[in-house]
C-alpha cells in the first residue's frame, strides 16, 4: 500500500505560479512511477504529467508543456508538480497518483493508488 497526500493548491491569479506538492508513505517510493492528474468542474478527470521512477523520464499533456514542471526527490519521498503562467483554464482539483511501473501512462486506470486531491483556483 501506499499513501498519497496532496498540499501546495490555492487560489492565484491568472500568470501566477504555484507548487503542489505529494507526499508519499507506506511501500518503496522510488520503485514507483508517478503522474498528476486534474478534473475540472463537469469535466473528465485528465493527465496532466508524469515521471518515472528514477526521475529520467518525464511526459506533460500538451495543454501544460512548458508551464508545468514534474519533478520527484525520493529521498523525501516527494513527488511536485511546478505551475507557472496559470490560467483559469487550469482551475480543477489536481491529483497525484503512483503506479508500479517503470512506464508512465497517461490513462488514470493504469495507476493504483490515489491521493485526495488539492484544489487549485485560477482566477482571471
Known amino acids: 500500500q501506499v499513501q498519497l497526500v496532496e498540499s501546495g493548491g490555492g487560489l492565484v491569479q491568472a500568470g501566477g505560479s504555484l507548487t503542489l506538492s505529494c507526499a508519499a508513505s507506506g511501500r518503496t517510493f522510488s520503485r514507483y512511477t508517478m503522474g498528476w492528474f486534474r478534473q475540472a468542474p463537469g469535466k473528465e478527470r485528465a493527465f496532466v504529467a508524469g515521471i518515472s521512477w528514477r526521475g529520467g523520464s518525464t511526459h506533460y499533456a500538451d495543454s501544460v508543456k512548458g508551464r508545468f514542471t514534474i519533478s520527484r526527490d525520493n529521498a523525501k519521498n516527494t513527488v511536485y508538480l511546478q505551475l507557472n503562467s496559470l490560467k483559469p483554464e487550469d482551475t480543477a482539483v489536481y491529483y497525484c497518483?503512483?503506479?508500479?511501473?517503470?512506464?508512465?501512462?497517461?490513462?488514470?486506470?493504469?495507476?493504483?493508488?490515489w491521493g485526495q486531491g488539492t484544489q487549485v483556483t485560477v482566477s482571471s
Open positions: 497518483a503512483a503506479r508500479d511501473s517503470e512506464l508512465i501512462g497517461t490513462w488514470g486506470s493504469r495507476y493504483d493508488y
